[in-house]
Structure formats: C-alpha cells, structure tokens
C-alpha cells in the first residue's frame, strides 16, 4: 500500500476534470454511468492486485530472481512517474479523458498479456518482465493522474473526507480479496497463467468505459495560453510553497520509499527467509488490504473526534510502530506476525492518503488540481523505485531480514516530518 494509491473513482462520474456537476448524484442517465465506472475500476483494480502477487512470485519461483532483480521490476513499474509524471497532469487537461483511458486500459491489457504468451512459447525471461513493468507503469501515469481530479467536481466540499473514505474502502476490498485469489491461482495454475486474469480486467474495464457517454465540457485551460512547461511550472510552485501540502508530500514520499522496499522484500523475505507457499503469500500480503479497509472505514470518525491534524500524526506513528514488526516475524505461526504488523502499517497509511488527499482536493483552485495532483505524485511516487532498488541492494549485501529491518527503521520519518511542520500544531489542516 502506497500513499497516493487510491484514486477518487468510484463516486464520480467520467467527466472531464473541471466541469462541475457530474453524473453520479444526477438522473438515471447518471447514476447507470457512474455504475459502469465504478465497475470498471473495481474489475481492474482486482486484476491489478492479482498481478502484485503473481509478477513477483513469477520472477522468484520460475525465473528464480534474486531480490535486487524483483526490485528492477517494482521500480521499472513506477519509473515512469519520475519520467513523464509532471506532464501528465498538463496532458490530462488536454486529451479526451474516456478515449485516454480506454487506450490506456489496451495498452496494459496488451502488454499483460504477453507474459503467458511468451511462458507458452518457452522464452519468457527477465528482460520481458521488466518491460511489461514499464509499459504498464507508463500506461497507469496517464489513467490514475485524470482520476485524482474527478472527486471534487461531483462532491460537495463537506462530503469529501466520507466520499474518500468509501472509495478508500472499496479499493481495500479489491486489495484484500486480489493477493489471496493471486496466491491461489500462482499454486493452481501457474504464475504466467494467472495473468490472463489482469489482461481480461483491463479489457473489461476499456468495454465499460468505452460505453459511457462523451459528457462534459472541456476543461478550462490554464492561465492565458500558458506553455507546458510554465503550466508545470505553476503547480510545482503551488505544492512548494504551500505550508500544509509541502510537508505532507514529504511524508508521502517517505512513506513510499518504505513501501518501494517493502514491495521489493515481501515476496523475497516470505518465500526464501519464511519458506511460505504461494497460496500463504497471497494471503499475507492480502492483509495489507485487510489493514487499507479498517483503516479507510475508521477515517471518518477519526477526522471528526480528533481532527485532521490529529489523526494525520497518530497514524503516521502508528504505521510506523507496525511496519517495525514485519523483519520480527517467523515461519509457521510467526508469519502472524508478518501479518499484523502488514495490516497495521497499510491502516495507518490509508488514513494518512485520505486525509492528505483530502486536504488538497479542498485547498487547490481547480484549474491547478491536475498539475497539483501530478506534482505530488511525481515527488511522493518516485520515491518507490529508489525504496525498491535500495531494498533489493540491502538484501543483497544483508539478506532479506535485515533489509526489511532498515526499511522498517526508514519509516520513522515519517511522523519524524510532521511533528518538524507546522502540521504538529494543526487541529483541522487549514
């Protein structure tokens, strides 16, 4: 679980970014989009999660990679929010967003897709992994950058930290059921096999898209004809210089070097150092969705009881104090271990992506909420590959345990960063 990985989706409609009233909460017409929509994600997003267990255990089981090598797949799979990251908030404001993301959802589906085609051919390898990483990395930039923005036209300001919050819950469903049907299929029916599953995802959720309606006026283009490069210019300004949303991208991007390792680690550290079948994997890495969900239904009445500011740092310093307890875990009965300091560090990490998210979607003149949304990202999420080059190297030199234990110790800057920011004094973040 990252920071910055659930997308406000499910309860808009597939509108431009920028124009106001939407679908969702409209006539029939409406609510029946919003329906196809929500399925869509959902449909892609369970693929998604069958992958995350499925491309590793493929690289350690049948490739049998060594760790630095899984961490070359995770960082090629984020590499490209380093790349074109800061574009592509200016491009989502440009392009038709419904045909963008059915292409998008083709692209992924393609390149997914080639992986049982080349195991069945007899010359799957490495190389191949790592690329299919990159095209589907490259593909996701454009698809998850355009759904940030959709939120905060449909919903009323008031309603965003629930709306959030359900949209946090559903995703945590999908990340919670994903790694367990992933682990199941590796151990039935083969790690390449099981990608099948991810490619038919994506060529549903392109069939579903492509059946809405092209609704919505464009976007309102920024100020005065500006080039791109000024236009990214003015949301890194925004991000820099803003005293709330400047030291939660710096906790995000710690946060995201931690889970950049742990991406990296988990597989490695469960089937070499812990012994645990596939099927054991995916459960284990499913209760990070366990955690996601708990701490997505438990945000709401956090914010309201304590306050963002409040509830910001305490679960900062929660997932800090779990993720402290993944290199303590052990083989049979220990792996409990694993799985609780799992869930507790994506619970806490959850709550601080909702209320984050939030907070930007509330405080961020619309015209600049893309390009703000793709700043973030580009500094919080290109984080990840350097966690997971990092982590692989560690366990290299180290091995597995001892990687995961500076990773873990890696967290504590985290809540370190916030109570170093004006957030440590802040009941509401205004």
């Not at 945590?172 to 590796?186: E, F, H, M």
């Not at 099981?194 to 976007?219: E, H, I, R, T």
């Not at 400047?246 to 990296?264: E, H, K, Q």
Request: aromatic share 6%.
């Amino acid at each position: 679980m990252t920071t910055e990985t659930v997308d406000a989706t499910a309860t808009a409609d597939p509108a431009r970014p920028g124009r106001r009233g939407g679908g969702g909460s409209g006539g029939g017409g409406g609510v029946t989009a919003f329906w196809r929509y929500w399925t869509a994600s959902t449909v892609s997003r369970l693929g998604d999660q069958v992958t995350t267990v499925a491309l590793p255990l493929i690289a350690v089981v049948t490739l049998h990679a060594s760790a630095f090598e899984v961490g070359l797949i995770t960082g090629a799979a984020y590499l490209a929010w380093l790349v074109i990251g800061l574009p592509a908030g200016v491009l989502v404001q440009r392009l038709p967003l419904r045909g963008t993301q059915v292409a998008m959802d083709l692209v992924r589906a393609a390149a997914v897709a080639s992986i049982p085609l080349a195991a069945a051919l007899g010359v799957l390898g490495l190389p191949q992994l790592v690329v299919v990483a990159l095209l589907v990395g490259f593909a996701s930039v454009l698809f998850d950058v355009g759904n940030s923005t959709f939120l905060p036209t449909v919903v009323p300001k008031e309603q965003l930290t629930a709306r959030n919050s359900l949209v946090s819950g559903s995703i945590a469903a999908t990340d919670l059921a994903g790694p367990s049907l992933g682990g199941v299929l590796v151990q039935l029916v083969g790690g390449a096999a099981s990608m099948l599953l991810d490619s038919a995802s994506y060529v549903v959720s392109a069939a579903l898209l492509g059946s809405l309606p092209q609704a919505g006026q464009p976007a309102a283009r920024p100020s005065g004809g500006a080039g791109m490069r000024e236009q990214i210019r003015e949301g890194w300004r925004f991000v820099a210089r803003h005293p709330v949303i400047r030291p939660c991208v710096a906790d995000a991007t710690a946060v995201n070097f931690v889970c950049g390792g742990l991406m990296t680690l988990t597989p490695v550290f469960l089937v070499h150092t812990l012994d645990a079948p596939a099927a054991a994997v995916g459960a284990l890495m499913a209760t990070g969705g366990l955690g996601s969900l708990l701490g997505a239904a438990a945000t709401p009445r956090l914010v309201s009881r304590f306050g963002g500011g409040p509830s910001l740092r305490r679960a900062a310093a929660v997932s800090t104090v779990f993720a402290l307890l993944l290199p303590l875990a052990g083989s049979g009965w220990g792996t409990l271990v694993f799985a609780l300091g799992n869930a507790g560090f994506s619970a806490g990490v959850v709550v601080t992506s909702i209320v984050t998210r939030t907070h930007r979607q509330t405080h961020t003149l619309p015209e600049l909420l893309s390009r703000v949304m793709a700043t973030v990202r580009f500094v919080s999420w290109g984080a990840i590959p350097v966690g997971a080059l990092a982590a692989g190297a560690a366990a290299a030199a180290w091995g597995p345990r001892t990687a995961l234990l500076l990773v873990a110790i890696v967290s504590v800057a985290s809540p370190a960063i916030l109570l170093a920011s004006p957030v440590r004094r802040m009941r509401e973040l205004a």
